[in-house]
């Protein structure tokens, strides 16, 4: 029996994925597993039955990942379950700056009340009037699920579209349309592009990316967009830069004290994943994760542990390890394993910066006394035993 618990309304379509031995609990505290949209997990205290916590989204700035990892809890997000209706809200968004249609639609309920509303809207439309995206240059930093998908549906709304990210994936890079132009560096989009949209996770190297310098090198009636996370984006220079006219527009999906009311700013509640769409793939993808690691002890993507997936363990019996990356783990490992005379079938163990897992399946039962010995291998941080 495992028992689960939803911080926020988690898509039933995805819930439904969880078979008769999946419990909800009203305590987050008695968990085995999370599931959690955007709910602050900062300052929660983690119960110790806990082992996962999937976020449905691709942000994990919520969650505090460190301390998972060092209590053995293994954290999943679900990368590209949203990313098309991410990319459609950052179209729209683009469509949005370029024409007022905003302030069309306003002034249309403005005068609802007026008989001879048709003929006062052509006298009125050219004051929001605008310019069209085809022939306008785009810049994409971040070239990952979403930013893919927005540099290719650019390229077919006919933009010049220039991508930069130095640490694309092959998936991307293979998913990217070859009409995008590869920027050489971010200075680049900076300077050559009309607009400017940023699609890269929320980490101490990318907070505040946009700040002063960079918009002095960009150029005069830009549009900067940002559907990733608030904190990339430094708000007393994207408001300056709003108030000259430099950034003619900043279109964002953040809404913040600084920025609401500014002149300029096109502001959305963060409503780019909430379409049906979204909440149903990421709901899916969460359960998935989660199941496939309570249930075999896999791990596919995870943010604070390695990839590891040994399918399913079959006849074998199934030990599962959480572990600091330091060296000698494995000796360790086998040692109690060979004292208590167990066969290893398979075995697999990967790293992700200071922290790795280690999976060992064994032909034979397993003593109880195997996970007292592991735990007790300085740097062991988990381990389970799954039957
Ligand atoms: C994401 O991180 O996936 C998006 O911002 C949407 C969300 O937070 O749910």
Known sequence: M???????AISDVGLGNLTYDYVPV??????????????????????????????????????PLDRCAEEGIVVFNTPGANANGVKELVIAGMLLASRDIVGGINWVQENEEDGNIAKEAEKAKKKFAGCELEGKKLGVIGLGAIGVLVANAATNLGMDVYGYDPYVSVDSA??????????????????ECDYITIHVPALDSTKGMIDANAVGLMKQGVVVLNFARDILVNSEAIVDALVSGKVKHYVTD????????????????HLGASTEEAEDNCAKMAVKEMRNYLEYGN??????????DMGHPGENKRITILHQNIPN????FSNVLSKDNMNIADMTNKSKGGYAYTMIDVDSDIPKTVTNDLLGIKGVLRVRILN
Request: aromatic letters at 10%; hydrophobic letters at 40%; a positive charge.
């Open 254 to 269: 953040f809404p913040t004290p600084e920025i609401a009311g500014v002149k300029g700013a096109i502001v959305i509640p």
């Open 26 to 63: 009203s305590d987050a505290k008695d968990a085995d597993g999370i599931l959690v949209r955007s709910a602050g997990l900062h300052d929660m205290e983690f119960g110790k039955n806990l082992k996962v916590i999937a976020r449905a989204g691709a942000g994990v700035n919520n969650i």
């Open 299 to 308: 791990i596919k993507n995870s943010v604070n542990y390695p990839n590891c």
């Open 329 to 332: 783990m494995i000796g360790q």
């Open 174 to 191: 293979w998913k990217l349309s070859r009409s995008v132009r590869h920027a050489r560096s971010v200075d680049e989009i900076y300077s």
């Open 2 to 8: 495992y028992k689960y618990y939803c911080y926020n």
